[in-house]
């Protein structure tokens, strides 16, 4: 049970004090059915206090240190930009108090909110009506083909080999007129089409194959889907996220009293959206994708774990760099980046936006598997192929965001006070007793570097 509703313990108590000093504990009437004794109440919060690893000290002092940034954190944020349902509650609020009480790295601990995540109901932190109307506040639109090219793409609906190939040899593009950006999408539909056919007629949708046969033989159509866009690229082969990188090194330094901490990659994708690396900046990044080779359902480990922790911490560093990249202004509220979670023939498409100041917000669509059939052809392979193509037009439409920048004011001379300005001194390294600086919309992240230390004075001689 939700220990802010089951529970007087004496540290929750505090800190919902500290945010809710006119609220009780315990005014929110609990369903019967998920009511505690006060012997599975007492066994909940011998858990909390110890900790999974209450044995292991060096463990329990990093699960202390990391409630101590989370705590820092908070205190940081403005109260008047917290985000607040029509029953009153405050999402910001709630994800802290809950995240304290998370034995692991929650996401809530990062205020990144996926409404999916079944944790929010079994703990009775949102009711279903908050999460629906935390699912449609501010909700993105989805970009659709056109009317055309929803037809052109139709054509192929169809459930035989033969009638498959007799479609490709009457929509094909090797026409001597073609135009690689105005035929790019038709010519992208009969590509895809094409190669996905040999792999029925050749028998490979019947076994079992490795991961990699997958990502090159099958989800290659979201890779050759972004061929018709200048300057993005979609990286395969285990390419580490830049963004993640960035933040897991924020507070790298030069050795001291302690050696340099060591460089960290960043969390590693099977699929990265970024801009091509020309070597003199940092390529921004818009999304990703996790696969493995078998099909599990929405309750297996490796699905929990990289579709409900691992994607969403990569998409949400990409995120803040974009935020970044604009400066927090009118086009933070258009922005968002883009993923997905592959598994064998089946594949989920998950976004994450910032809806609000501090919140990051999870959003997923549903799971499409592509039949190893071929008279299933047109209902399953097409939607994947749908997929694919509304994906690469958010990450379109993202990068147009980005790159659009204001109209420039001849008159405006301020840019020489801002090339001249000194850069501002480096941020505090989280610990239990420092704060942490944020930016405006970028909270505190996961797996964020902690430094607690200090140097000891040599007294001065007489």
Not at 53 to 63: F, H, P, R
Not at 82 to 100: H, M
Not at 327 to 349: A, E, K, P, Q
Request: hydrophobic share 30%; aromatic share 8%.
């Amino acid at each position: 049970m939700y220990l802010k509703e089951a529970a007087n313990l004496e540290s929750i108590n505090q800190e919902v004090e500290l945010i809710e000093p006119e609220r009780t504990i315990n005014e929110d009437k609990l369903d019967e059915e998920n009511i505690l004794s006060d012997s599975d109440t007492e066994n909940i919060l011998s858990k909390n206090k110890e900790g999974p690893s209450s044995t292991d000290e060096s463990n329990k002092a990093e699960d202390e240190e990391k409630n101590a940034a989370m705590k820092s954190m908070f205190t940081g944020l403005d109260a008047q930009k917290k985000w607040y349902l029509s029953t009153g509650k405050c999402v910001d609020n709630e994800l802290y108090i809950f995240g304290l009480q998370c034995q692991s790295d929650h996401p809530s601990r990062y205020l990144i909110l996926d409404p999916y995540d079944k944790n929010y109901i079994l703990y009775n932190v949102f009711t279903r009506d908050e999460l629906k109307e935390i699912i449609d506040y501010k909700k993105k639109t989805t970009p659709l083909p056109s009317d055309e090219l929803i037809t052109f793409l139709n054509r192929f609906n169809l459930d035989s080999t033969e009638k498959i190939r007799a479609a490709l040899g009457k929509n094909n593009q090797f026409k001597v007129n073609f135009d690689s950006q105005k035929d790019a999408d038709e010519d992208w539909i009969v590509h895809t089409i094409y190669s996905l056919l040999r792999e029925f007629e050749y028998g490979n949708m019947e076994r079992s194959h490795r991961e990699a046969w997958y990502q090159s033989h099958i989800w290659s159509m979201i890779e050759s889907c972004f061929d018709k866009l200048k300057g993005v690229e979609a990286a395969i082969g285990e390419s580490a996220s830049l963004g993640s990188k960035r933040r897991m090194n924020e507070n790298r330094h030069i050795s001291a009293i302690t050696s340099s901490p060591r460089l960290k990659c960043g969390y590693k994708c099977d699929l990265v959206f970024r801009q091509y690396d020309n070597g003199h900046s940092m390529p921004l990044e818009f999304g990703g994708s996790e696969a493995k080779p078998t099909i599990e359902e929405d309750f297996g480990s490796k699905f929990l774990q990289e579709g409900f922790l691992k994607l969403p911490y990569i998409l949400k560093d990409m995120l803040d760099v974009l935020l970044e990249k604009v400066g927090y202004d009118g086009r933070s509220s258009l922005l968002r980046t883009v993923g997905f979670i592959h598994s064998g023939l089946s594949c989920t498409m998950v976004e994450l936006d910032r809806p609000t100041t501090y919140i990051s917000r999870v959003s997923r669509g549903n799971t499409i598997e592509i039949s190893n059939s071929v008279s299933n052809f047109g209902s399953t392979v097409l939607p994947a192929m749908l997929s694919s193509w509304i994906c690469c037009q958010i990450v379109k439409d993202v990068l147009d965001t980005v790159l659009s920048n204001k109209k420039q004011n001849q008159n405006d001379t301020s840019w020489v006070n801002s090339c001249l300005k000194r850069p501002p001194l480096p941020s505090t390294p989280t610990s239990s007793s420092s704060s942490s600086s944020l930016s405006p919309s970028s909270p505190l992240s996961p797996s964020s570097p902690s430094i607690s230390m200090s140097y000891k004075r040599q007294k001065r001689q007489p």
